[in-house]
């Protein structure tokens, strides 16, 4: 239930619309910042400074087409329903124009404060009510008079930027943890380029720096491997057990470590299709779709055709295995992206090349990678729990379930 404090209305009451302009090809490039819908989607707060594109307009499009301190900006136009309706809030004073496909809603009345309606459009009343508003067969579009009608409830002033003060500290947080796990996940980009080569050596049980030559071998050499199976659907026998079968959802999903998954087989299902059940420690490395997806087995399992299952040898530790894939990832991605690649198979892993060090240096550069890994790990689960506890309390102080103290 809204407080009587407060102000229930349509955006339409307090908010003027209208559709950006369409320039000739001729006038892109130069000119006035320019606002298209990838600004809007990128950004919460707009400012000129992030704006990319340029164009030159008319003297006579100019005045109806600027921007102000605290228009709000909308995309009217997107492939999914979801996605129409984004907003970017422009806080700043310099002049910047905006383009056909966004809609600016510039505030009246002095009835909203800017630095609230940054969050007051991206609230799940706002949202839910745009993408039911959206129409459109092949893209999702909305209008301004669709706009128009979305209803909201506005605290007085002083409480709206207050309820602002407080989300923008979380914002601040959020920003902070996520350049924190930027750096970190680059640094362990490069740790591995350094280790994997050879180009930087660790410290032996004795405290001497590993040395000697790198054997290069093929994959295939040193582990086994096969691919998986899925067994019959229709046939309750293969399902219910509990020998986990790893899809590449699973993998996407769970990172790293797999030792449950959705769907479970009896050894009856494995009896009756090609899957086979992996050892604990096996790695298991995605061949379509999601090629390069890398995890281990914690557990005995099983997984789909579309996953390779790689059992190391004794010459090989299995989580040195898994990091030397794992940074050929963005390389076998972007094969695939071509068309050169746009599946593996277990010939083509096997004849993957490595170098491999000692068993002992293996097992220490998999250590060190690990320690890399769970901080970035640690700093995604933080950033993942700052944007859900913001989340939740946004919920509750754009409805006026949570109040805040405002200063006299």
Request: charged letters at 25%; one cysteine or more; glycine letters at 8%.
């Amino acid at each position: 239930m809204v407080p009587n404090s407060w102000m229930s209305c349509h955006l339409g009451d307090f908010m003027e619309f209208k559709n950006g302009l369409n320039a000739d090809k001729s006038q892109y490039g130069y000119g006035l910042k320019f606002v298209n819908v990838m600004d809007v989607f990128g950004n919460d707060i707009l400012t000129e400074d992030k704006i990319i594109g340029r164009v030159n307009v008319a003297e006579s499009q100019l005045e109806s087409n600027l921007l102000k301190f605290g228009d709000v900006l909308f995309n009217r136009t997107s492939e999914t329903f979801d996605e129409i309706a984004m907003s970017a809030v422009y806080l700043d004073d310099k002049p910047a124009v905006f383009g056909g496909f966004v809609i600016r809603a510039r505030p009246s009345n002095g009835i909203l404060s800017p630095a609230y309606s940054v969050y007051l459009f991206q609230s799940s009343k706002f949202r839910n009510q745009v993408i039911k508003l959206g129409q459109g067969a092949v893209r999702a579009n909305i209008g301004q008079k669709d706009l128009a009608k979305v209803k909201v409830s506005l605290p007085p002033l002083p409480e709206q930027k207050k309820i602002a003060q407080i989300l923008s500290t979380w914002d601040k947080a959020i920003t902070v943890t996520e350049k924190l796990l930027a750096n970190s996940q680059q640094q362990k980009k490069a740790l591995m380029q350094q280790l994997l080569t050879g180009k930087k050596r660790l410290l032996d049980k004795n405290g001497v720096r590993f040395g000697g030559e790198w054997k290069k071998v093929r994959l295939g050499s040193v582990a086994d491997m096969n691919s998986g199976g899925t067994p019959k659907s229709n046939i309750e026998e293969y399902y219910g057990g509990n020998i986990p079968w790893v899809s590449i959802a699973d993998m996407t999903k769970q990172g790293k470590w797999i030792s449950s998954t959705e769907k479970y087989l009896t050894k009856l299902g494995l009896e009756n299709s090609s899957a086979r059940i992996y050892p604990k420690n096996s790695v298991l490395y995605a061949m379509y779709a999601s090629i390069g997806e890398c995890s281990i087995a914690q557990v005995p399992l099983s997984s789909s055709q579309a996953i390779l299952g790689i059992r190391p040898k004794s010459d090989l530790n299995f989580e040195f295995l898994y990091f030397f894939l794992t940074s050929l990832k963005e390389k076998i991605k972007l094969q695939g992206q071509q068309g050169t690649q746009s599946n593996l198979n277990a010939a083509m892993v096997k004849d993957f090349a490595l170098y491999l060090p000692s068993m002992e240096e293996q097992q220490k550069i998999a250590a060190v990678l690990s320690t890399a890994d769970q901080e970035v790990s640690a700093l995604q689960q933080k950033l993942d729990a700052l944007k859900q506890e913001k989340k939740a309390l946004m919920q509750q102080l754009l409805t006026g379930k949570r109040r805040v103290k405002v200063d006299n």
